[in-house]
């Protein structure tokens, strides 16, 4: 049996759910916005987990379960906390606690557990981890002194400015209008880093299995692009063997299964990583090249 954890409705979890169907494969939904009407009993016997879930009525062992995909958002911000009062608000609490604890030490297959997307917090952290793999890193600054920016920026030319920690933001030129803005930073230090020019890949490894997507973009973030008018095209791409290897070892160190890593096959020759999404929205990628990701995904959760 696999579980399935998250709203059903967003496109990695109806993607994963409708090849689950298709391949005829054993799951359950445990919907993350029906935390009132789902039950979590567990107990840990002689270093043995134990315990059952019960899901629409349906009640079943915790021991069954192979596999656990996980892609579960703030409870804080679900509609039926929000409007629904102290008391929801501490169940909600509870629920997501037991949940979170069951994912993290159960012994099947996770995508991802906690401990393990915990270097994505930490931009400068998972930076560090990456190196250790043979990547290149771009040269960065971390800093809220408006000078360090200025000088960091005459040494580098075209610098480019981004978020530290694991909440998504826009990646940006530091032009003319973001320099006019630069005393804001002194309230919250900002990530830095030497604008590189070359080709972005996308590349997704999934139980060791790699899915590599070659990027076009007229935009610096290629994510936003058509957004502000821009242009994107992504493709099916085949890694070279010792790359695609690489990639499947910075995913085993970071203890991720399931793992989207931005590269950059810069023109200067080195090949960057920018950093590793622990919870990737591979639809996206799927949808524009067809590659078979949820498919390898549904598969690894039920060895």
């Not at 054993?26 to 016997?45: G, N, P, S, W």
């Not at 996770?110 to 560090?128: D, E, G, I």
Request: a neutral charge.
């Amino acid at each position: 049996m696999i579980v399935v954890c998250g709203i059903a409705s967003e496109p990695p979890i109806a993607m994963v759910c409708a090849e689950l169907d298709r391949l005829g494969l054993a799951y359950v939904m445990l919907h993350q916005r029906r935390f009132a009407h789902t039950r979590i009993d567990l107990e840990v016997v002689d270093g043995q987990l134990a315990g059952r879930l019960t899901v629409d009525g349906t009640s079943l062992s915790c021991a069954g379960v192979t596999g656990v995909y996980t892609r579960l958002m703030d409870w804080r911000q679900l509609p039926e906390v929000v409007g629904g009062g102290d008391d929801v608000a501490a169940h909600a609490r509870q629920w997501h606690e037991v949940i979170s604890t069951w994912i993290e030490i159960h012994p099947g297959r996770v995508m991802n557990r906690a401990a393990a997307t915990a270097s994505n917090q930490s931009k400068p952290y998972q930076a560090q981890l990456i190196t250790q793999t043979g990547f290149l890193t771009p040269p960065t600054l971390i800093t809220n002194v408006p000078d360090e920016v200025r000088a960091f920026k005459s040494q580098h030319g075209q610098v480019i400015y981004k978020s530290i920690s694991g909440v998504r933001s826009i990646v940006r030129l530091l032009d003319d209008d973001a320099l006019s803005r630069l005393a804001r930073i002194r309230w919250c230090p900002v990530q830095f880093q030497r604008y590189l020019r070359g080709t972005n890949v996308r590349v997704h490894v999934v139980s060791g299995e790699v899915f590599a997507t070659r990027i076009t973009t007229d935009g610096v973030d290629y994510r936003y692009a058509r957004r502000y008018g821009g242009r994107t095209d992504l493709t099916p791409w085949a890694l070279p063997d010792e790359l695609a290897q690489r990639c499947v070892h910075l995913a085993a160190r970071l203890g991720l299964e399931l793992a989207g890593i931005d590269l950059l096959l810069a023109d200067d020759g080195g090949t960057y990583c920018f950093e590793v999404n622990p919870g990737p929205a591979f639809s996206f990628y799927e949808a524009n090249t067809g590659q078979p990701i949820a498919h390898a995904i549904a598969l690894a959760l039920s060895r």
